[in-house]
DNA sequence: AATTGTTGATACTGGTCAATGTCAACTATT
DNA sequence: AATAGTTGACATTGACCAGTATCAACAATT
């Protein structure tokens, strides 16, 4: 079901900043500026430079919606990915969580911490299942569905 | 634990509305426009005139560190309110949940929307468990660190 | 060689919105 | 009766910030 969707939205990063800018009709400095402020993770090759995927465009077209459509700033949008319960979803053993800032902080996404020493550090955000729970708009209480099931009744 | 939280903070509704704006250095017009935004239940007397908790002043002042401070407009409060999972808090079956606009929505939190057939329609909104996830500043994410345990190891 | 990319800094603009003020008509408290 | 509360509407203000623009120095792509 993953795998379907991966394979619906391409996430194989072809365009260059300036052709993303163009598809999304924005400027190449603000995309900079939501990868700056923690909103996006964009592929970056050996040489440091920047390649964006069908779904970072999908992406991007979100953080506009929630900025220009709801009217929530940046770091409104920062503290809305701080809630991803990313524990629950990488399965992070409670003796990490104790230390880890992304499980005990309020104002930062786990990507853009400094993971050391636990179950993270050898990943990759961009492709983090964690990461991509903002892929679409509503993604964060979907996940919340999944994860929280409550009563059964 | 909640008990002694609950006597701790009185939420013996006990200040007028001029009183709380005072106590606030705010004025009266500011709390009913927080009221009118969803972000605020005051107690309201058979008269209904409005009376106020100090649990409801410590709610008021997060909610002016979160405008203030953290430069978060108060759609960008409604929508984290709005992430509660209230299914998970109040236990509503799956049965309800599936017909719920606090389940199935994404703007607004469940004490805005009008509850029929449910297990919260008998609820009085102030006092639920759901609305008081927001009583101090971080409390959404402990109450999703409550909810969702992830692995156990 | 020319284009397009990278970094960081700095400054400006236009629009949005939290907050206040004020008006009017009314009701409850004291 | 006087005070303090309620509702709704409408206008204003001041500050903030998303987005753009433009520097400069440099590296990679084509």
């Given at each position: 079901?993953?795998k379907?969707?991966?394979?619906?939205?391409?996430?194989?990063?072809?365009?260059?900043?300036?052709?993303?800018?163009?598809?999304?009709?924005?400027?190449?400095?603000?995309?900079?500026?939501?990868e700056?402020?923690?909103?996006?993770?964009?592929f970056?090759?050996e040489?440091n430079?920047?390649?964006?995927?069908?779904?970072?465009?999908e992406r991007?077209?979100?953080?506009?919606?929630?900025?220009?459509e709801?009217?929530?700033?940046?770091?409104?949008?920062?503290?809305?990915?701080?809630?991803?319960?990313?524990?629950?979803?990488?399965?992070?053993?409670?003796?990490?969580r104790?230390?880890?800032?992304?499980y005990?902080?309020y104002?930062?996404?786990?990507?853009?911490l400094?993971?050391?020493?636990?179950?993270?550090?050898?990943?990759n955000?961009?492709?983090?299942?964690?990461?991509?729970?903002?892929?679409?708009?509503?993604?964060?209480?979907?996940?919340?569905k999944e994860?929280?099931?409550?009563?059964?009744?």
């Open positions: 079901m993953n379907i969707e991966l394979t619906n939205v391409s996430s194989i990063p072809s365009y260059t900043i300036s052709n993303a800018a163009r598809l999304l009709h924005i400027s190449v400095h603000t995309l900079r500026m939501y700056r402020e923690g909103l996006l993770i964009p970056k090759k040489s430079q920047r390649l964006y995927s069908d779904k970072d465009l991007i077209r979100c953080i506009r919606k929630v900025l220009n709801d009217k929530i700033g940046i770091e409104g949008i920062r503290k809305l990915l701080s809630l991803i319960p990313c524990w629950g979803i990488v399965k992070c053993p409670a003796k990490e104790k230390v880890c800032k992304a005990t902080g104002s930062k996404p786990c990507w853009m400094k993971h050391k020493n636990n179950v993270c550090e050898s990943k955000c961009r492709d983090c299942d964690v990461y991509s729970s903002f892929g679409n708009c509503e993604s964060i209480k979907d996940k919340l994860l929280i099931v409550g009563s059964s009744k």
